[in-house]
């Protein structure tokens, strides 16, 4: 069963830190562009960072820049997302995302709840 299971998240005070993991089973990650979204509460989804396949290459949106970094390792299957110095506006429920380099296929983790707060 193709499956993307998130972890990690957790209530953190501002300036603290975080890694989020997502392991991917019924599937090679070696052959999917790895993403993490966040949706807050009122807001659309948005894509946080990505890494391509062979995880030469990443993007970040502005404001996690610096703070932020995705990692993966494809022989374990496993994506990360390193998260520090983090700020109240980065409280979401951050999801996993997979997007096959060929074709259209995609497939997403279930969540896992990030909250800053003091």
């Known amino acids: 069963q193709v499956q993307l299971v998130e972890s990690g998240g957790g209530l953190v005070q501002p300036g603290g830190s975080l890694r989020l993991s997502c392991a991917a089973y019924?599937?090679?990650?070696?052959?999917?562009?790895m993403s993490w979204y966040r949706q807050a509460p009122g807001k659309e989804r948005e894509e946080v960072a990505s890494i391509i396949n062979t995880g030469g290459s990443t993007n970040y949106r502005d404001s996690v820049k610096g703070r932020f970094t995705i990692s993966r390792d494809n022989g374990k299957n496993a994506v990360y997302l390193q998260m520090n110095s983090l700020k109240p506006e980065d409280t979401a429920v951050y999801y996993c995302?997979?997007?096959?380099?060929?074709?259209?296929?995609?497939?997403w983790g279930q969540g896992t709840q990030v909250t800053i707060s003091s």
């Open positions: 995302n997979a997007r096959r380099v060929s074709g259209s296929l995609t497939h």
């Open positions: 019924g599937f090679s990650i070696s052959l999917y562009a």
